[in-house]
DNA sequence: CCTCCAAACTTTACGGCGTTAAGTTGACAA
DNA sequence: TTGTCAACTTAACGCCGTAAAGTTTGGAGG
């Protein structure tokens, strides 16, 4: 009646039922648990009822993805919209803090999103190609507007979306992978040592400065 | 006579025989084909035969990685000296470039490093956890020195060695992922991405700025 | 030279995995 | 009622990591 593109014959949505399984299973700590055969188990099929619904493992993790985008999508615009942020720079900063929030409230999701094995499913599954790249166009427009005010941009737009989705994402997968803390950093808390941060890559899409760059 | 801690009874140095693999298979591009009997087959000796010389495949695993933390830390060094560069921002270049170019002639290895499944061997192989942090002191120094010539630091030195780590690490991360690249950021090549992104960092580290960031 | 020991390695075995191929069930149209 | 066909099950293959028990072999002590 509502899901599905092939309505419930026997089972009632395995399709969803799967992805759902596979989030939970995800955010109860388990990576390597996750299994096609784990999943079916907790959905009550037969271990081979998923290949009626997805053609291997990287289809159903792909729509497990495509799930994680949508939030970590909707996260980001939560906390812009929570404080209000009309100015750039601090939509930058709520941006930030919201990836690496979502990052570290969904360590096993956000490393599924960009796994290495689904790389190739980007390139193949126009849903998760769509949902990645929404996921970076706040960070996009955000970019861009602060530097269309800059008095002298040192970066493409391009280049500047780029640099500081790279800042945000890599201290996401630090973070999450104990390389780094606001401990190791003497910082107060993660919230600082995300503004601190993300406040170098704003002042650098700037080239206003005292001859600090020789060259 | 050489390596091992204990001598060559039958194989010769089965443990080095099976790191040396490890690296080799993952140069040829299966991450998914690394596993431990694979490397057993590649060093000519049984499924079971590597637990005499590791606990579990974690362990081998590790010992790869500190290879590829001391390659990694060789690459930074060796792009260090290429260039004479002694002036820390035209290091922390360097660097920059170094760090990209490792995770990109090295994607496998690199993800490998920083891969989920080896967290908690950071905490239990004192190896791993010293190869790690020596490939981060070269960044470490660079902006230290970098920040002590400001006249106005905007950061702590931990916290500006942080976020060039995370600017670096992330930027690796999506170029091997293919999430980013020259084309699509309209940059002419990879050297030019990260010369301009890591110069985003490099001048966010001073906050001389005209009054740009407001509060 | 022979004996024996312990380290290095092999054999065998278990359960779990992804995936394929062939068979079964059951809701719904005719 | 009957037939159809998608949804699901059963059975099987070859991989994997790992444990337990057995076998080889270089070298030290007699």
Request: charged share 20%; proline share 4%.
């Amino acid at each position: 009646m509502t899901t599905g593109k092939s309505g419930n014959y026997h089972h009632g949505d395995l399709r969803e039922a799967l992805v759902t399984a596979a989030l939970k299973l995800l955010e109860s700590g388990g990576v390597e648990k996750l299994s096609l055969r784990a999943l079916a188990r907790d959905a009550g099929v037969s271990q081979t009822a998923p290949y009626g619904h997805f053609r291997d493992k990287t289809a159903v993790l792909a729509a497990v993805a495509v799930r994680g985008f949508a939030r970590l999508r909707a996260m980001l615009d939560a906390g812009v919209a929570s404080r209000g942020a009309v100015e750039p720079e601090v939509r930058m900063q709520a941006l930030a803090l919201g990836y690496v929030r979502f990052a570290l409230a969904n360590p096993d999701l956000f490393r599924l999103m960009f796994s290495d094995s689904l790389c190739e499913a980007f390139e193949q599954d126009p849903d998760l190609a769509q949902a990645g790249a929404a996921s970076f166009e706040p960070i996009r427009e955000a970019v861009g507007e602060r530097l269309s005010r800059c008095a002298e941009p040192a970066v493409t737009p391009a280049e500047g979306a780029a640099g500081t989705w790279a800042l945000v994402h890599g201290l996401s997968n630090l973070l999450i992978d104990g390389k780094l803390s606001p401990e190791s950093v003497g910082a107060p808390d993660i919230d600082t040592l995300v503004e601190r941060t993300a406040g170098m890559v704003i002042r650098g899409l700037d080239a206003g400065h005292g001859g600090i760059m020789q060259r």
